[in-house]
């Protein structure tokens, strides 16, 4: 049962004293400013109780606040994905999602969030590109930075992530970047930079990867000659999870601690000796602890009670600020002939098809993911709109192409042995061979994705990972036929149905790339004859991780997934599809990928849409001209027939209210205002990144340079098929009486937009500074500022801007390595996206300047 916690603090309450940081510098032994710098366990830190020095926790945060578990998680708030939020455009929507996400943490006991990721979206196939904000850098620094004033107004901490360059998964501990100083500072450093420059987030995330030969967690010049001392960044510093690589290193550089604990190369005898042999400094150890005794403070300020007993937020106002975020966030590409919006009181039968129509596809995989307290998928935000209007609308629905990579998970499909949906788990000590089975955990679950790193139970000693579990549930077939069950594990696992072995991955296993972490076993399967309408006894006998024998499990407990699917080809899902759709008067088809492309721990092979997809669209888009495809991903797709249809919306990862906001979208109850975060190209082999991406032997060379999404296109002139910043209305709008002026520190601009249409709606202003004959090859223009406003038909409304002269002007002078600014002419483009800018100025400055620092 989930007890909703009303005694969590407000921000407002009173927090406990503070730290007297130097006095415990003086009191602490070395062994326990040792212990301090490295984690207890995967979420909290070491508390020194002879101080009253607290232990604080942290918890994953990019989509939402996970709390303390993987496995049977209280369930969370899933959030739009980031490349989602960063095409709301909207600074202000931003601070409200972070206010949201700290209240959120405060509810999880968590005095610290692990985001915002705001790392660049280099290119599509990158695995966490959903989890970041933008190719641009300017959008990902104002994105993240609006989320952490959000986040840290409730005396929550932020932390901001991966310190830096973290843009692909594909070796991404061990590769080693090869990036130019330009291209570092203006592209990948300069979203932390302005982050830090108007936020202040009070912690900060080092990434894996390495940068010109030295991992970001252990590198001098990264930690302490830029963040340190050139940007004055006073936060906590530390690890990504198992990210050090060094003890003497990694000290020396500044990374506070290590994260997750126990240390693996901070413990105490061997760091005491090199501390005892003067390779270690004792005054390196006292900053080190100094920091995380600050963090301890910031997390004091929070009041969080010790030991918080976790708790979901089921609030209304959650809710709807989760739907507005996913209103604002979906872009609308196409609408030829005003197909959209739909009407909800037309006497008309609408065909709803596509593998992710009644799927949720809520977030990307790995850290990200989380146990969302619910989701809405598309046909249910559909079928609630026809309802609103009276039920005139016939639905109709064909899956028409598989997407899932494995089988899907069936929590939502079986019947457990208390009538509920879902499934129920034994936990035993006993292997199933076993005459004297003894149960020490039980409860049911809601998924067959079964992740048990963190699995913990009171009948298990410290350290005791061994153990086996049945998951169990009664499946009732929708129809007669084959149906394929499959099952992928990291331990062992063996599917019976009615007592009768199906699926064996126990006695032969195969290297597959089950987990986030690809560590696991390929999916095996097995066909049974399912008869519809009667009831099959599912029982899957699991072996955890130790029971593996492909080798080590490195993820404690290790998992099992398992599925049931009707046995179907392609081509007949497609062909009952095209039947479907020759009957309505419309269709809305929904694709896209989902968490099982798209997700921590491995890029995408392609930018293509797996599977039939786009034969699906091909084929019922000549069935029904009357096509809206509504695609679903964090990153760009291919989509070879988008000329062939008349509307196309992309929806990305929508969180909790995901069907809710993509009916919202194509009914008009909100007018679509998202622009898109990223260019879309039209095939990979466009994309700048695309000779340079992934690990070669361990490298991967940049050589792209400053020249990432839109600043590549504009400067071979080929556009992208959608570009940076586009996105359709509903209405229309005029932008005019541009007014600049400036002075030698900033400039001020002045816009005037009319809401020329018949329905209210909001526009983005989006202002880019052009050199006019710069003396070194730069890009054509650079997005320097946004802002977004609501008019009504018919209203007017001024947005005035202000961008700083060095912000508006400068690049990095290699050279000088210093931010230099050109004396010369320079354009003020103003328009509604990268590539329709309608109004233009010109600005000239009178000398030439150099400058460090934030």
């Not at 570092?184 to 995330?205: G, N, S, V």
């Not at 967690?217 to 000659?225: A, F, T």
């Not at 205002?673 to 039209?682: N, T, V």
């Not at 209203?795 to 050109?822: F, P, R, V």
Request: glycine residues 8%.
């Amino acid at each position: 049962m989930l007890i909703f916690n009303k005694n969590i603090m407000s921000p407002t309450a009173t927090t406990a004293k503070q730290l007297d940081i130097e006095k415990l510098i003086e009191e602490l032994t070395i062994e326990e400013k040792l212990s301090l710098l490295a984690g207890k366990d995967f979420w909290h830190t070491v508390p020194i109780e002879r101080l009253d020095i607290p232990s604080i926790r942290v918890s994953d945060g990019p989509n939402g606040i996970r709390g303390t578990k993987f496995f049977n998680s209280v369930p969370s708030n899933c959030f739009p994905c980031g490349t989602g939020l960063a095409a709301t455009f909207n600074k202000d929507l931003l601070v409200e999602v972070g206010q949201l996400m700290g209240k959120e943490a405060r509810m999880k006991g968590a005095h610290v969030i692990l985001g915002p990721t705001c790392n660049i979206v280099r290119s599509p196939l990158g695995g966490r590109a959903f989890e970041s904000y933008s190719e641009d850098p300017l959008l990902s620094g104002h994105a993240a930075s609006h989320v952490i004033q959000g986040i840290q107004s409730q005396k929550i901490v932020a932390c901001i992530k991966h310190f830096v360059a973290n843009d692909q998964e594909d070796e991404r501990k061990a590769v080693n970047e090869i990036i130019t100083e330009r291209a570092l500072r203006e592209i990948y450093l300069k979203p932390f930079h302005i982050a830090i420059r108007d936020a202040y987030p009070k912690a900060l995330m080092t990434a894996y990867n390495k940068i010109n030969g030295v991992h970001v967690s252990q590198s001098k010049q990264l930690l302490q000659e830029l963040l340190r001392k050139e940007w004055g960044y006073d936060g906590t510093i530390m690890s990504d999870w198992h990210g050090v690589y060094s003890s003497k290193e990694s000290l020396d550089a500044g990374l506070n601690l290590e994260m997750p604990g126990p240390t693996r190369f901070r413990q105490q005898t061997a760091t005491l000796h090199s501390i005892q042999t003067n390779e270690i400094h004792r005054d390196v150890i006292d900053d080190n602890a100094r920091y995380i005794l600050k963090l301890v403070n910031e997390s004091l300020k929070s009041g969080i009670p010790k030991d918080v007993i976790e708790s979901p937020n089921p609030t209304q106002e959650a809710s709807a600020l989760l739907r507005k975020a996913g209103d604002e966030s979906i872009v609308l590409l196409k609408n030829d002939n005003n197909i959209l919006p739909l009407s909800k009181t037309a006497k008309e039968k609408i065909a709803i098809i596509g593998p992710n129509a009644k799927a949720a596809q809520d977030s990307g995989g790995g850290s990200a993911s989380l146990n969302a307290a619910y989701k809405i998928t598309p046909f249910e935000g559909i079928e609630s709109k026809v309802k609103e209007g009276g039920n005139k609308i016939t639905l109709d629905y064909s899956l028409g192409a598989f997407l899932d990579r494995n089988l899907p998970d069936i929590g939502h499909t079986l019947i457990n042995e208390l009538g509920q949906k879902g499934l129920y788990a034994r936990f035993y000590k006993e292997p199933p061979e076993s005459n004297n089975r003894k149960v020490f955990e039980e409860f049911p679950l809601s998924t067959s994705r079964i992740f048990l790193s963190d699995f913990k139970s009171k009948n298990l000693a410290p350290g005791e990972i061994l153990f086996y579990a049945d998951f169990t549930g009664t499946f009732i077939p929708d129809e007669t036929g084959d149906y394929d069950f499959g099952v992928s594990c990291l331990g062992t696992a063996q599917l019976f149905v009615d007592d009768k072995l199906i699926v064996d991955n126990k006695t032969k296993q195969t290297k597959g790339d089950a987990f986030f972490l690809g560590v696991g076993t390929r999916e095996e399967r097995g066909v049974l004859h399912l008869e519809k309408g009667k009831e099959y006894n599912i029982r899957v006998e699991f072996g955890s991780s130790p029971t593996f024998t492909l080798n080590k499990a490195p993820l404690e407990g290790g998992g099992v997934y398992f599925g049931i699917r009707i046995k179907t080809t392609g081509e007949e899902l497609i062909k009952k599809a095209v039947e479907v759709a020759k009957d309505a008067d419309k269709v809305v088809l929904v694709v896209g990928i989902s968490k099982e492309w798209e997700s921590e721990g491995f890029d995408r092979p392609t930018m293509d849409i797996p599977g039939y997809t786009n034969e699906l669209v091909s084929a019922v888009v000549k069935a029904n001209p009357n096509v809206i495809v509504v695609n679903q991903s964090g990153s760009p797709v291919t989509l070879p027939w988008i000329k062939d249809i008349p509307a196309f919306v992309q929806a990305w990862y929508g969180g909790n209210e995901l069907g809710n906001t993509i009916a919202d979208i194509l009914f008009g109850d909100h007018n679509p205002s998202g622009k898109l975060s990223m260019s879309f190209p039209e095939k990979i082999e466009d994309v700048p990144s695309f000779l340079n991406f992934g690990s070669t032997n361990g490298q991967v060379i940049y050589g792209e340079d400053v020249f990432v999404g839109y600043r590549y296109y504009d400067k071979v002139k080929r556009a992208p098929l959608f570009p940076f910043g586009y996105g359709l209305s509903y209405t229309t709008f005029e932008l005019k009486n541009l007014v600049l002026s400036s002075t030698n520190d900033s400039i001020n601009i002045s816009v005037k937009v009319k809401n020329t249409g018949k329905v209210e709606g909001a526009e983005v202003v989006q202002v880019y500074i052009e050199p006019i004959n710069p003396n070194i090859i730069r890009p054509v223009k650079e997005l320097k500022d946004f802002g977004k406003v609501l008019l009504k038909p018919g209203e007017s409304k001024t947005i005035k801007l202000t961008i700083s002269i060095k912000e508006a002007t400068s690049y990095w002078n290699g050279y000088k390595s210093k931010w230099q600014s050109d004396k010369g002419k320079y354009k003020v483009l103003v328009g509604n996206s990268s590539d329709n800018l309608t109004l233009e100025d010109e600005f000239e400055t009178d000398r030439t300047f150099s400058w460090i620092g934030l």
